[in-house]
């Protein structure tokens, strides 16, 4: 199976700007997360995905928000782009069950705003 | 929150060394992971252990997992220079079908060839 793609690969943007960025699940996963990763916050939970509808999110503005189809496919926005949203962005996929599972993550988007 | 904490943050040493990572958290869970992560790239999932588990292995990987202390440690036996990297472990919830983990800051691994 083919792995957990992202695109764009490097993004650079402007303060104030918007972006969206996209990330295609393993086939047959459902359920879509987003991180974000920083050098001084770390790896830090954004939103996940399932069957289309948001699931858990995390301690992040509004500007920061995402969407599923039906296909899985996942985006993610971020609006009036800030200095600090400058970061490695992250998805990561997981075939839906009870229980834990491991999670399988892209390559990542590195964002960064200028 | 319930964050792993790796410690320590850094550590060097030489190939065919032995390489023990710690993790602590803060509340009950489901289960633990770790992950590697080589510089700027996406993190590559190594082991899961659960909650009712006590050590786990996978190759030259060895997990334990001690839930009355709430920590686990990461040994990577006879490491290699390819073993370069950062490595995390993540708190799965309790909420069985939900997907949130909570990540550590990491522990930065150096081999030295």
């Known amino acids: 199976k083919a792995g957990v793609t992202q695109t764009p690969r490097y993004l650079i943007k402007t303060r104030g700007q918007q972006v969206t960025l996209s990330c295609s699940p393993i086939?047959?996963?459902?359920?879509v997360s987003w991180y974000q990763q920083t050098p001084g916050q770390g790896l830090q939970f954004l939103f996940e995905?399932?069957?289309?509808?948001?699931?858990n999110k995390g301690n992040f503005p509004g500007r920061f928000s995402g969407r599923q189809f039906s296909n899985s496919r996942s985006e993610m926005n971020v609006s009036t782009l800030e200095l600090g949203d400058s970061a490695l962005y992250l998805c990561?996929?997981?075939?839906?069950?009870?229980?834990?599972?491991?999670?399988?993550f892209g390559p990542g988007t590195r964002l960064t705003v200028t | 929150s319930q964050q792993g904490e790796e410690d320590p943050q850094a550590l060097s040493i030489q190939e065919g060394e032995n390489a023990t990572m710690n993790c602590s958290y803060k509340?009950?869970?489901?289960?633990l992971q770790w992950y590697r992560q080589n510089s700027g790239r996406g993190l590559v999932h190594l082991i899961l252990?659960?909650?009712?588990?006590r050590e786990k292995h996978s190759g030259r990987l060895r997990v334990t997992l001690d839930t009355s202390k709430k920590s686990s440690s990461l040994l990577i036996t006879a490491s290699r220079a390819a073993d370069t990297a950062s490595y995390f472990c993540?708190?799965?919830?309790?909420?069985?079908?939900?997907?949130?983990?909570?990540f550590g800051s990491g522990t930065k691994l150096n081999v030295k060839p």
């Open positions: 990561a996929s997981s075939p839906e069950g009870q229980g834990a599972y491991e999670q399988y």
């Open positions: 086939s047959g996963h459902r359920s």
């Open positions: 995905y399932f069957s289309e509808t948001q699931r």
């Open positions: 509340t009950s869970i489901n289960n």
């Open positions: 252990i659960r909650s009712n588990e």
């Open positions: 993540a708190t799965g919830g309790m909420l069985y079908n939900f997907n949130k983990f909570y």
